[in-house]
T-cell receptor, first 114, second 110 residues
C-alpha cells in the first residue's frame, strides 16, 4: 500500500467552483506539504504544516487554503477555482533525520479548471 | 529570493554517462537533493548531500558539490532506459523548507 495517498487522482472542474484535494499518509510524519507542478516551473510550495497545530503559507498560497485535520491528513482547498490553477498537485510528508529531511511524495492530483 | 536552476532537457545514449547540472543561490542551504520523477508518478528521493561535503557516491550515482560556485551535479554511470525521467535538484535550509528546480527531462536513446 502507498504511504502517501491523494484523492482524487484526476479532477475536472469549472471556474468558480470550490474543490478539495485530500492527502493521507501512513508514515507517521509530522511534516506535510502541498506543492503544485507546472511545466518548466518545477514544484512550487503552496502551504506546509510542521504539526497538527501549525499551518504556514508557502511561495504561492493566494487562492488556496488548507486544513490539517489530523497528523495523517492534510487537505488543500480551492475556494473559487480559476483556469490558471490548472496544474499537477503533489502532497508530501517530511521526515527529519541526522539534520536532513527526506520528503515523500504522493502520486499527484491532476486538476483541470475550465 | 532563492533560486534553483537546471537545464530543461538532456539526451543521452544508453550505456553512456549522464551529467545533470544545477545551480542554486541560497548560501544557507544545508542539504542538497536529487529527486527522480517517472511518468505519472510523484517524486522519489535519489540521493542527497550535506553542504559541507564535496562528493557522494551511491552505486551508479555520483553527486558533486562546488559550494563556492553553488553548483551541484548528478552523474549517472552506464545510463539505462529506465533512467529516462525528470530529475529535480532541490535545496533545504535548516528549517526544512525546500526549494526545487524546474526539473531536467532526461531521455535515454538506444
Amino acid at each position: 500500500d502507498a504511504d502517501v495517498t491523494q484523492t482524487p487522482r484526476n479532477r475536472i472542474t469549472k471556474t468558480g467552483k470550490r474543490i478539495m484535494l485530500e492527502c493521507s499518509q501512513t508514515k507517521g510524519h509530522d511534516r506535510m506539504y502541498w506543492y503544485r507542478q507546472d511545466p518548466g516551473l518545477g514544484l512550487r510550495l503552496i502551504y506546509y504544516s510542521f504539526d497538527v497545530k501549525d499551518i504556514n503559507k508557502g511561495e504561492i498560497s493566494d487562492g488556496y487554503s488548507v486544513s490539517r485535520q489530523a497528523q495523517a491528513k492534510f487537505s488543500l482547498s480551492l475556494e473559487s477555482a480559476i483556469p490558471n490553477q490548472t496544474a499537477l498537485y503533489f502532497c508530501a510528508t517530511g521526515a527529519q533525520g541526522a539534520g536532513q529531511e527526506t520528503q515523500y511524495f504522493g502520486p499527484g492530483t491532476r486538476l483541470l479548471v475550465l | 529570493g532563492e533560486d534553483v536552476e537546471q537545464s530543461l532537457f538532456l539526451s543521452v545514449r544508453e550505456g553512456d554517462s549522464s551529467v545533470i547540472n544545477c545551480t542554486y543561490t541560497d548560501s544557507s542551504s544545508t542539504y542538497l537533493y536529487w529527486y527522480k520523477q517517472e511518468p505519472g508518478a510523484g517524486l522519489q528521493l535519489l540521493t542527497y548531500i550535506f553542504s559541507n561535503m564535496d562528493m557522494k557516491q551511491d552505486q551508479r550515482l555520483t553527486v558533486l558539490l562546488n559550494k563556492k560556485d553553488k553548483h551541484l551535479s548528478l552523474r549517472i554511470a552506464d545510463t539505462q532506459t529506465g533512467d529516462s525521467a525528470i530529475y529535480f535538484c532541490a535545496e533545504s535550509d535548516s528549517w526544512g523548507k525546500f526549494q526545487f528546480g524546474a526539473g531536467t527531462q532526461v531521455v535515454v536513446t538506444p
